[in-house]
């Protein structure tokens, strides 16, 4: 059996200083790796491999010799890396169940440009064809002229505006690669009451063809007091509160529909 578990929060790079992250430390990924290894141990399994994608910020704890042995840890950076290591790990491999616990950019890092530099260039468009047009425009935004080089340290002594694109959709891309994967998803919502977790949960699951997903209010997220809905095909299945009781929840929940 093949696990893949996806941890931590991305990181997209500015300049060779800078980057821009998420709250996310990865420690109920970790607690998904304890609640698999548990699983086995307990039910005298020992043919799997767990494939641990790891933010470089997730927590990242010791295990013993055995349990090492059965997990390949896979270090990654920013969503693009993600994107292609899970492409290439399914490529060789048959992921029995995904669980994509990972936090993950929706934005990189494009471009910055002064200001100043950027206005000028749009003033100098704009006073050379009357008739511009929205396109150019946006090409403009998209890509400016003077913008700083990208192994350049952006300096702190003029004002900047930043330009972001979008990143790859990684969860979309799991069943592409397997539609047999079990995959379990993640929605993190503000409003915290059933109807909006459901909604939300159920709009995740559909566009990215989930089989579970768990979801939870932005400001529950602590150790002990980590709460949510873990939904099975649009139903709720439990109510668990607490990272470790999550985990277990959503293993011993995948582990009944795979085994």
């Not at 290591?85 to 990972?102: R, Y």
């Not at 995959?183 to 459901?198: A, C, P, R, T």
């Amino acid at each position: 059996m093949h696990i893949a578990i996806t941890a931590g929060g991305t990181e997209e790079s500015i300049d060779g200083v800078r980057k821009i992250t998420n709250m996310s430390s990865g420690s109920l990924g970790w607690h998904c790796l304890d609640a698999v290894l548990s699983f086995m141990r307990k039910h005298n399994r020992s043919n799997f491999v767990v494939h641990y994608i790891k933010a470089p910020k997730a927590v990242t704890k010791k295990l013993s010799a055995k349990d090492a042995h059965c997990v390949s840890f896979v270090n990654v950076t920013n969503t693009q890396s993600v994107y292609d290591c899970i492409d290439s790990l399914m490529d060789k491999v048959k992921i029995d169940l995904f669980i994509h616990a990972m936090a993950i950019s929706d934005f990189s890092y494009s471009y910055s440009a002064s200001i100043s530099a950027l206005a000028e260039e749009l003033y100098q468009s704009l006073i050379t064809d009357k008739k511009v047009s929205k396109q150019k425009i946006e090409a403009i935004l998209t890509n400016p002229i003077h913008k700083h080089d990208a192994d350049e340290k952006i300096s702190s002594s003029e004002k900047i505006i930043m330009g972001f694109e979008t990143t790859p959709k990684v969860i979309a891309l799991i069943k592409k690669k397997n539609r047999e994967t079990f995959l379990v998803g993640f929605k993190l919502v503000k409003n915290n009451h059933d109807n909006n977790l459901i909604k939300q949960a159920e709009k995740l699951r559909m566009t990215n063809d989930c089989d579970a997903v768990f979801a939870n209010e932005a400001s529950q997220l602590s150790e002990e007091g980590h709460a949510g809905l873990l939904l099975y095909k649009g139903e709720i299945v439990a109510r668990p509160v607490g990272k470790k009781q999550i985990a277990e929840a959503i293993v011993n929940l995948a582990m009944k529909h795979i085994s």
